[in-house]
């Protein structure tokens, strides 16, 4: 495996950011109403007290019956970034939220994920090149 960042400037000068093609939905279901197919089907989980929220294709979600009214593109940060550093999540959320983009960041072991409204994808993926650019964390 690469070498791990932690620093907040090392993880942002390094994130890398790379869009997805693939269009995404965020459902959630009570347990007992997810078939072990969708379980398998599904990018992540996560067990919430209201039910299981999943993350699923526009296509898987729409053969299951499963709104699709709010599709997300997937922006994966490339850095390898420790699961203790600071900051990087901060920094990207941030930039995001100062232009008026939504996001849901998904952190997993090797890298975090950025999950944007379909339609703010592109202007995303570019005020993230442009903060890695600047390599700045205020």
Do not use: W
Not at 88 to 110: D, K, P, Q
């Amino acid at each position: 495996m690469p070498d791990v960042v932690s620093s907040a400037h090392d993880m942002i000068s390094s994130m890398s950011p790379f869009l997805r093609r693939e269009r995404y939905v965020f459902v959630s279901l009570p347990e007992g109403e997810i078939g072990t197919s969708l379980l398998q089907e599904a990018l992540a989980t996560y067990r919430e007290d209201e039910g299981m929220s999943l993350i699923l294709s526009v296509d898987v979600a729409r053969q299951a019956g499963l709104p699709v009214d709010q599709p997300m593109r997937c922006i994966t940060l490339k850095v390898f970034s420790s699961l203790e550093g600071v900051g990087l999540t901060a920094a990207v959320s941030r930039v995001l939220a100062e232009n008026g983009i939504a996001c849901n960041m998904v952190s997993a072991f090797h890298h975090d994920h950025v999950f944007v409204p379909e339609a703010d994808a592109e202007q995303a993926v570019n005020l993230l090149k442009d903060l890695q650019s600047a390599g700045i964390v205020s």
